[in-house]
């Protein structure tokens, strides 16, 4: 099934990676830090609603700073977001930003006020893209890109509440990215498409229980734990991990920082005895519970998938290493008896010769 969320992140070569909002991200290659990383707000039509946004330049000398309004809209179904120049949009010119441009100090929180104004005429949604760039030699447009590389932003999401919206989610994947493990993790895939016209933060869990009825829950894990959203017409994938198993393979590391081999991450079985009662073995059952409102109730949404837990590397290596030892235990005692059955016959025959 696939799956599309936003809420925000960081703007860089025209992609933003949108999440709930946090307290604040820093665009890789950037030296600004801003505050929330993204803003859902609920803005009446014919109505104004001020939000404050924050900016922290990270460098040793003071710059400054320009800010611009764009659009966005989903990219993908990894929660990125594509951002556009409003384009004679005139949802664009909704927005007024103050300071429009500033001198920002380093290490300092600038405030930056963005005011939405609706008129009486907007419905369902709307998703700006505030961008603040710093004024330096390497902060200039790209051939291909509608952002400045080096520059942040902030994604904020307009609801106007309007009584023609329509809520609704589908569960498009339900996955298990192997049907047989040897060891955990388990890793599940949710996608989710939003068939509706206001964007949505989906949420649930997926329950793990070695039988299908799920009367003995073994696990329990969270599904958009960031509550991402999924705008109107688009997919988002989440994606959830089981990993409390015995012995369980682990990210390695060296000095803190993880090794990778043909850019891939290398793993490493880690051993815990302390952790010998959650050995994991045989079929179990995973249940998806996913749930958004439409506006009324509750809407539930579930799927269910299965898989195997078989250490067949220690399963193989036990019985073998046992034959091997038995086989080692057989040899040694034919050899002792042969050793000692012509110590016999040689001491009888030193016997015979007095």
Request: proline share 6%.
């Amino acid at each position: 099934m696939k799956v599309t969320a936003l809420g925000i992140a960081v703007a860089v070569l025209g992609v933003v990676v949108f999440s709930a909002p946090s307290e604040a991200a820093t665009a890789s290659g950037s030296s600004l830090t801003t505050s929330p990383i993204a803003d859902n707000l609920v803005v009446t039509p014919g109505t104004s609603t001020t939000t404050t946004l924050q900016v922290m330049y990270n460098n040793l000398q003071a710059t400054q700073i320009e800010t611009k309004v764009e659009l966005f809209s989903a990219y993908g179904t990894s929660g990125e977001a594509a951002i556009t120049a409003p384009s004679g949009n005139p949802a664009g010119n909704w927005v007024t930003i103050s300071p429009s441009s500033f001198t920002a100090q380093p290490a300092v929180w600038t405030p930056v006020k963005m005011t939405i104004s609706l008129p009486a005429s907007a419905s369902l949604g709307y998703y700006y893209a505030v961008l603040f760039e710093p004024q330096l030699p390497f902060a200039t447009p790209s051939a291909n890109t509608n952002v400045i590389k080096g520059s942040n932003a902030v994604l904020v999401l307009v609801d106007t509440h309007s009584a023609n919206e329509k809520r609704q989610l589908q569960v498009t994947n339900f996955s298990v990215s192997q049907h047989l493990y040897e060891y955990l993790p388990a890793s599940f895939s949710v996608t989710v498409r939003n068939s509706g016209n206001i964007y949505m933060p989906p949420q649930g869990s997926i329950y793990i229980s070695q039988n299908s009825s799920f009367s003995s829950v073994i696990a329990t894990l969270g599904v958009n734990k960031g509550a991402g959203n999924v705008l109107p017409n688009s997919s988002r994938s989440f994606q959830s991990e089981w990993s409390n198993g015995f012995p369980v393979f682990t990210p390695k590391t060296v000095d803190g920082q993880p090794v990778s081999s043909k850019g891939k991450p290398v793993e490493q079985l880690q051993w815990n005895f302390t952790q010998l009662n959650r050995f994991r073995f045989g079929k179990y059952y995973a249940k998806l519970t996913l749930v958004y409102n439409d506006g009324t109730r509750d809407i539930p949404i579930t799927g269910v998938v299965s898989f195997w837990v078989i250490p067949w590397k220690l399963l193989i290596g036990i019985p073998l290493t046992l034959v091997i030892l038995a086989f080692i235990l057989i040899r040694t005692g034919m050899w002792l008896g042969q050793r000692n059955l012509k110590r016999k016959m040689q001491a009888s025959a030193a016997r015979g010769q007095h």
